[in-house]
């Protein structure tokens, strides 16, 4: 009997829906008992508030990028999962936008503990059909696509059939192996991308001969995450003024914009996802009676101006508002 637990990856380029295709699995009525581990690029991450209420056992990571200074976080992160009482059957990985595969697949074959412990199931790339084309020149972009067992073509339903069919022809160009699925919002079933068996690391030395050669991973410089941290009220027309307008002039800079914020004081979180220039914004779950409403937004993206990022989020608010770690003035 095999005691090694099935891991499977999940990547794609930021907005691409994985923690989507995350939330559904772990709504899924499939009978195995899994652990998570969120990765996130940037110091503040609320990926995991993202995440449904789960009993699920869910580490965060989000001291930097899964693929280069954290691999050694990874692999404390996968010890501390399999020392714990409660029996896991499956662990999924969900990495940041910005992760190359090849140096995660390394871990699980240089590391000996990890190697002896688990086995990669499969890696579990999707690709965002609406905004891929403004990637195809991205190093990490093209690296999740060729590395993947599994390949959901997402967001179909914001292409036309010929758009769509370019898309999927370029893909399996770089891929031709893949199993790959046409989804709206993730929407397939579980089976299809969990308990696979499907990583074969023969192929992925295929696509790369030095992929278990252990070697740094950069990113581009120019791409940073802004996170932003404010206590207060959001004015929902001040918001949607400053989102059309930031959208208008940086779409094809922003990668990505994620946020749970405190809009008109409601009941509920006002949960926001942007790529590029679309955005979408919808009510979350509610606060809890005396939980602080702070209201979190990151945004990634190509040479953002963070005192310029920050000045304006500020003028969303209902009134000045002083940084959630910000000392009040004492009158003397």
Request: with cysteine; charged share 25%; proline share 3%.
């Amino acid at each position: 009997m095999n005691s090694q637990v099935p891991v499977t990856v999940l990547t794609g380029f930021l907005g691409a829906g994985k923690t989507t295709l995350l939330n559904r699995i772990l709504s899924e009525e499939h009978g195995r008992k899994l652990a998570v581990i969120v990765n996130e690029f940037g110091e503040v991450g609320i990926d995991h508030e993202l995440i449904v209420s789960t009993d699920e056992q869910i580490v965060e990571m989000n001291n930097g990028c899964i693929c280069c200074t954290v691999r050694e976080d990874l692999i404390r992160a996968i010890g501390r999962i399999l020392e714990t009482d409660r029996t896991i059957e499956h662990i999924v990985i969900e990495t940041t936008g910005l992760a190359d595969p090849a140096p995660v697949i390394q871990s699980f074959f240089l590391d000996d503990a990890i190697k002896r412990t688990t086995r990669l199931d499969a890696i579990v790339t999707v690709v965002d059909v609406k905004h891929i084309a403004e990637h195809w020149h991205t190093e990490e972009a093209r690296e999740q696509i060729v590395f993947a067992d599994v390949l959901l073509l997402n967001k179909t339903d914001l292409l036309t059939y010929r758009q769509l069919a370019s898309v999927e022809e370029r893909v399996r160009a770089m891929n031709p192996l893949a199993r790959i699925h046409h989804t709206r919002r993730c929407e397939l079933p579980i089976s299809d991308v969990i308990g696979l068996g499907a990583f074969d690391l023969a192929r992925a030395l295929s696509v790369d001969t030095q992929l278990l050669e252990n070697t740094d991973h950069q990113h581009d410089a120019d791409v940073t995450a802004v996170c932003l941290r404010r206590s207060g009220v959001v004015d929902d027309a001040r918001l949607n003024r400053w989102l059309f307008d930031l959208g208008q002039e940086r779409g094809r800079d922003l990668y990505r914009l994620k946020g749970i914020l405190n809009v008109n004081d409601e009941r509920r979180r006002f949960v926001l996802h942007g790529v590029h220039m679309l955005l979408e914004g919808r009510p979350g779950l509610p606060w809890k009676d005396g939980e602080p409403r702070l209201n979190q937004l990151v945004i990634i993206g190509r040479s953002l101006d963070r005192d310029a990022l920050e000045g304006a989020f500020n003028g969303c608010f209902r009134q000045p508002v002083a940084s959630a770690f910000e000392a009040p003035t004492v009158q003397r």
